[in-house]
């Protein structure tokens, strides 16, 4: 018997839930739509830049994912530490909606949050929770883990999180930062973003299971998996547990289940070093986590068609407005390059 | 009456001042809560000061590096402690892809100051896999400071400037140096910065340059030395990245010759970092000699007791060197 659903046939997947949107409050459910659509049409700038060639730096874009990083950073409080990977312009922009920053970073100019020394894969923004973001798979997953330790050593009522995809969990750091989290008692939340896809090659080819929270259960970490374009299912989950793990200090494991639109790296869309995605990317089309909260929204009389025209309308303004004025930015000073090697 | 301090135990009393007097500092390792793996160098510290502070753990060196390297990003000076460098390879993202890079790549905007105490354990027939020191290695990266002492007083005070430090450092003591005595100068709190390879004698017909272990190798060397008609220069390296060359350069003006001592490889190592800085600075004249390095013979270390003493360097090889040179 396989241990996978039908990957192919999206109508097979157990995972998928109902969106709810009946205890969440208005102003949340904007937030929430806010953010996302704020991040969707950055990361489109950033795709159309990175197809015309004004960016330069690899891009790897989480169009179709955005529903996971925002309802994790709605979920989040002052003291919680967040790391991402190559991944991550989501994370970073769901706890800042800096959309300025993070242009003049993929830019490489100086007003950057890492001041243009990191381009897209190495991002930061302290001040808001999030620690830092880096492209080696696996890299931030026992820093994160760290993090914990501060956390639990301070005797702090904050977490960690660590954001990770399915391809991370074939690194053995992993199973290492599992283990270490859970016998040390460390307020870690291991956020794996299983979409399906490690570059080229979909997990059936990669892993003898769909499910990566399987890794949870051989560490005794409590684990759930979440359909991760269902924002309100996502929020509600890590709103509790996050507070629930801010005082039990016991790692936990979530597994969003979700797809990305574009290839690996860069702006196209179904086809990635030579797989051909088209089918089932329409069909995670229609489970787009904005349209999803928008239909839902609209359902309940929670939006108007006006209003969602009149917010997108403002972003892409915004969007439009950040973008110029990072093209016109400085870029960093020469001597940066000796300058910050050493302290 | 002159107090001695003993090399293992200087580094017990700085790991002592920093749980005293550090609530920033902790200390995380493999073997932390039995002697067997630090000998003396960490006794009854966890009974001391808790075994939150003092952290033992799974064998997981990837995963309590990069977690060391959490804790330093977030606001602790936390020190992780690899019992053989050996063992610290199986962490090296971390260390060198992480923490190295950390500072630079996101700006200046955080950086990763943790210490990775990674302890020279070799002979005694362990073998090739118990035996490496590879502080050329660690000295090849920008981002990382490299930190070798061999006077106890160093051991002390380095290790306190390393953990205190805002960059990441490796701090390599070498347990063939855990029974040596020096004079005790008392605790000085040095800032790393300032740290600079230090003359241990003076000479002015020969500079030997070594590191750790080497220089008591050296320094045991010194009467034979004489015995020829020079006088040798001896200095300590103390830190091998970044490497400050002044000292080094004035002695070798000074002398004309130049001996590198350094109890690792030969090929894209210290020694040859030394000579080739030194000889790239001087004008070639200044040289009475060709500058010359004695290092471990090119190949994994052995098990056979009688193969060991070719292996590594010994007071032979230093004075053999001395000759060719004079
Ligand atoms: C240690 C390491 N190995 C390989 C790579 C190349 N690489 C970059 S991203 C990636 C895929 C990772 O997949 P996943 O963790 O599922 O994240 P996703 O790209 O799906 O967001 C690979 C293999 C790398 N950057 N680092
Ligand atoms: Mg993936």
């Given at each position: 018997m396989s241990n996978f659903e039908n990957l192919n046939d999206i109508n097979s997947f157990t995972h998928f839930s109902e969106l709810d949107i009946s205890?969440?409050?208005?102003?949340?459910?904007?937030?929430?739509?806010?953010?996302?659509?704020?991040?969707?049409?950055?990361?489109?700038?950033?795709?159309?830049?990175?197809?015309?060639?004004?960016?330069?730096?690899?891009?790897?874009?989480?169009?179709?994912?955005?529903?996971?990083?925002?309802?994790?950073?709605?979920?989040?409080?002052?003291?919680?530490?967040?790391?991402?990977?190559?991944?991550?312009?989501?994370?970073?922009?769901?706890?800042n909606e800096n959309t300025y920053s993070l242009f003049c970073e993929v830019l490489g100019k100086e007003d950057g949050c890492s001041k243009g020394m990191g381009g897209s894969m190495h991002i930061i923004d302290q001040k808001n929770g999030f620690y830092g973001s880096v492209p080696i798979v696996g890299a931030t997953i026992p820093i994160a883990t760290g993090a914990g330790l501060s956390i639990s050593l301070k005797k702090e009522e904050n977490i960690s999180i660590s954001y990770f995809g399915d391809g991370a969990c074939e690194e053995g750091v992993l199973h290492e930062s599992l283990n270490l989290a859970s016998v040390m008692n460390l307020p870690t939340i291991f956020i794996c973003e299983n979409n399906l896809f490690s570059s080229h090659l979909r997990i059936d080819q990669r892993q003898p299971d769909l499910y990566t929270s399987r890794f949870a259960l051989a560490h005794k970490i409590e684990s759930k998996v979440l359909d991760g374009n269902n924002i309100t299912e996502l929020y509600k989950f890590m709103k509790n547990q996050f507070i629930s793990v801010r005082k039990s200090h016991k790692p936990i494991f979530i597994e969003a289940l979700t797809y990305r639109w574009k290839g690996h790296v860069g702006f196209r869309e179904d086809e990635d070093v030579g797989?051909?995605?088209?089918?089932?990317?329409?069909?995670?089309?229609?489970?787009?986590?904005?349209?999803?909260?928008?239909?839902?929204?609209?359902?309940?009389?929670?939006?108007?068609?006006?209003?969602?025209?009149?917010?997108?309308?403002?972003?892409?303004?915004?969007?439009?407005?950040?973008?110029?004025?990072?093209?016109?930015?400085?870029?960093?000073?020469?001597?940066?390059?000796?300058?910050?090697?050493?302290? | 009456m002159s107090k001695q301090i003993k090399y293992s135990k200087a580094i017990h009393e700085a790991f002592t001042y920093l749980l005293e007097n550090h609530d920033e500092f902790f200390v995380i390792g493999q073997g932390l809560?039995?002697?067997?793996?630090?000998?003396?160098?960490?006794?009854?510290?966890?009974?001391?000061?808790?075994?939150?502070?003092?952290?033992?753990?799974?064998?997981?060196?990837?995963?309590?590096?990069?977690?060391?390297?959490?804790?330093?990003?977030?606001?602790?000076?936390?020190?992780?402690?690899?019992?053989?460098?050996?063992?610290?390879?199986?962490?090296?993202?971390?260390?060198?892809?992480?923490?190295?890079?950390?500072?630079?790549?996101?700006?200046?905007?955080?950086?990763?100051?943790?210490?990775?105490?990674?302890?020279?354990?070799?002979?005694?027939?362990?073998?090739?896999?118990?035996?490496?020191?590879?502080?050329?290695?660690?000295?090849?990266?920008p981002g990382l400071k490299v930190v070798m002492p061999y006077d106890a007083n160093d051991a002390r005070d380095l290790l306190i400037s390393s953990v205190l430090a805002d960059d990441p450092v490796i701090f390599m003591d070498d347990r063939w140096l855990y029974d040596e005595v020096s004079f005790d100068k008392g605790l000085k709190l040095l800032d790393l910065k300032d740290v600079k390879p230090e003359i241990i004698s003076t000479g002015d017909d020969l500079t030997i340059v070594g590191s750790g272990y080497t220089v008591k190798q050296i320094i045991d060397c010194k009467k034979e030395i004489s015995k020829l008609g020079v006088e040798p220069e001896i200095i300590d390296l103390r830190i091998l990245n970044p490497i400050d060359y002044n000292i080094i350069l004035k002695s070798v003006e000074k002398t004309g010759r130049l001996l590198v001592v350094d109890g690792d490889w030969s090929s894209c190592g210290i020694a040859a970092e030394v000579i080739c800085s030194v000889t790239e600075e001087l004008n070639p004249s200044i040289f009475k000699s060709k500058p010359m390095r004695v290092t471990l013979e090119n190949a994994p270390a052995p098990t056979s007791k009688v193969l060991e003493e070719d292996y590594y360097i010994s007071k032979e090889r230093i004075i053999e060197a001395t000759k060719k040179i004079i």
């Amino acid at each position: 018997m396989s241990n996978f659903e039908n990957l192919n046939d999206i109508n097979s997947f157990t995972h998928f839930s109902e969106l709810d949107i009946s205890t969440i409050s208005n102003e949340t459910l904007i937030k929430m739509l806010y953010k996302m659509i704020l991040i969707r049409k950055a990361e489109e700038k950033i795709s159309d830049n990175v197809e015309n060639g004004v960016i330069k730096c690899p891009c790897h874009l989480a169009i179709g994912q955005e529903a996971i990083a925002v309802a994790a950073g709605l979920s989040m409080i002052d003291g919680d530490k967040a790391f991402g990977a190559h991944r991550s312009h989501a994370h970073f922009l769901a706890l800042n909606e800096n959309t300025y920053s993070l242009f003049c970073e993929v830019l490489g100019k100086e007003d950057g949050c890492s001041k243009g020394m990191g381009g897209s894969m190495h991002i930061i923004d302290q001040k808001n929770g999030f620690y830092g973001s880096v492209p080696i798979v696996g890299a931030t997953i026992p820093i994160a883990t760290g993090a914990g330790l501060s956390i639990s050593l301070k005797k702090e009522e904050n977490i960690s999180i660590s954001y990770f995809g399915d391809g991370a969990c074939e690194e053995g750091v992993l199973h290492e930062s599992l283990n270490l989290a859970s016998v040390m008692n460390l307020p870690t939340i291991f956020i794996c973003e299983n979409n399906l896809f490690s570059s080229h090659l979909r997990i059936d080819q990669r892993q003898p299971d769909l499910y990566t929270s399987r890794f949870a259960l051989a560490h005794k970490i409590e684990s759930k998996v979440l359909d991760g374009n269902n924002i309100t299912e996502l929020y509600k989950f890590m709103k509790n547990q996050f507070i629930s793990v801010r005082k039990s200090h016991k790692p936990i494991f979530i597994e969003a289940l979700t797809y990305r639109w574009k290839g690996h790296v860069g702006f196209r869309e179904d086809e990635d070093v030579g797989v051909k995605r088209s089918q089932d990317l329409s069909k995670w089309r229609d489970r787009d986590p904005i349209l999803l909260l928008v239909n839902e929204l609209i359902k309940e009389n929670k939006l108007s068609k006006e209003e969602l025209k009149k917010m997108e309308n403002e972003i892409l303004e915004k969007i439009d407005s950040d973008w110029d004025k990072a093209l016109n930015a400085k870029f960093p000073d020469k001597s940066n390059l000796n300058n910050f090697v050493y302290s | 009456m002159s107090k001695q301090i003993k090399y293992s135990k200087a580094i017990h009393e700085a790991f002592t001042y920093l749980l005293e007097n550090h609530d920033e500092f902790f200390v995380i390792g493999q073997g932390l809560w039995s002697p067997w793996y630090v000998g003396e160098t960490m006794k009854d510290l966890d009974k001391k000061f808790g075994k939150s502070r003092v952290i033992d753990t799974p064998v997981s060196e990837l995963a309590v590096t990069g977690a060391t390297i959490g804790a330093s990003i977030t606001g602790f000076k936390p020190l992780v402690v690899h019992p053989r460098v050996d063992f610290m390879l199986l962490a090296i993202d971390q260390i060198v892809t992480q923490a190295a890079k950390w500072r630079h790549m996101f700006g200046n905007n955080s950086s990763a100051p943790a210490t990775f105490r990674a302890i020279i354990n070799r002979g005694g027939e362990q073998g090739a896999q118990h035996s490496q020191s590879l502080q050329s290695w660690f000295a090849h990266i920008p981002g990382l400071k490299v930190v070798m002492p061999y006077d106890a007083n160093d051991a002390r005070d380095l290790l306190i400037s390393s953990v205190l430090a805002d960059d990441p450092v490796i701090f390599m003591d070498d347990r063939w140096l855990y029974d040596e005595v020096s004079f005790d100068k008392g605790l000085k709190l040095l800032d790393l910065k300032d740290v600079k390879p230090e003359i241990i004698s003076t000479g002015d017909d020969l500079t030997i340059v070594g590191s750790g272990y080497t220089v008591k190798q050296i320094i045991d060397c010194k009467k034979e030395i004489s015995k020829l008609g020079v006088e040798p220069e001896i200095i300590d390296l103390r830190i091998l990245n970044p490497i400050d060359y002044n000292i080094i350069l004035k002695s070798v003006e000074k002398t004309g010759r130049l001996l590198v001592v350094d109890g690792d490889w030969s090929s894209c190592g210290i020694a040859a970092e030394v000579i080739c800085s030194v000889t790239e600075e001087l004008n070639p004249s200044i040289f009475k000699s060709k500058p010359m390095r004695v290092t471990l013979e090119n190949a994994p270390a052995p098990t056979s007791k009688v193969l060991e003493e070719d292996y590594y360097i010994s007071k032979e090889r230093i004075i053999e060197a001395t000759k060719k040179i004079i």
